[in-house]
């Protein structure tokens, strides 16, 4: 699967976390919500040379990121302020982990779908929910 080489700026930092508990982090360049798969590269391949073919059947979610280190200490907040844009929502994955925050675009028969945290601190921008491998999605 080949990609153009994009300057660093147009990278998106990500955390691709799997069903079986690995999570990988590095850049994507080629992500499609409509597409099935995907490439991440690790951080030191500025070049597009190397990276992982990965599969959203695979997948709880991809965390796209402010940056690879975050705050460990943080803990997210669940709380949505009332004058936020989307439809809010709660995701629970299979695992246990939660996800509370807002959505535009939720449609049952795509792959996924974004969310928006409800953390303004959170060190996610937004996160691609593979919807088929979710435990439990409530409207609040």
């Given amino acids: 699967m080949a990609t153009s080489p994009q300057a660093p700026g147009n990278r998106n930092r990500a955390v ?25 590269f690790p951080e030191s391949d500025t070049k597009q ?9 695979d997948l709880k979610a991809i965390f ?3 940056d690879f ?9 669940h709380e949505i ?9 709660e995701v629970i994955f299979r695992d246990g982990e939660k996800l509370v925050g807002t959505t535009d675009a939720y449609n049952p ?3 996924g779908f974004f969310v928006f ?3 303004p601190r959170s060190n996610n921008l937004r996160v691609f929910v593979v919807i088929k491998n979710t435990r439990e999605l409530r409207w609040l």
């Fill in 81 to 89: 302020a009332p004058n936020v844009q989307g439809r809010k929502t």
């Fill in 16 to 40: 691709v976390a799997f069903l079986d508990g690995r999570r990988i982090k590095g850049y994507i360049f080629n992500f499609s919500a409509l597409k099935d798969r995907f490439r991440i």
């Fill in 69 to 77: 280190a975050g705050d460990p200490k943080h803990q997210e907040s």
């Fill in 117 to 119: 945290p409800s953390d």
């Fill in 64 to 66: 796209f990121a402010k």
């Fill in 49 to 57: 040379t190397g990276g992982t073919d990965v599969e959203m059947r």
């Fill in 109 to 111: 028969k795509k792959i």
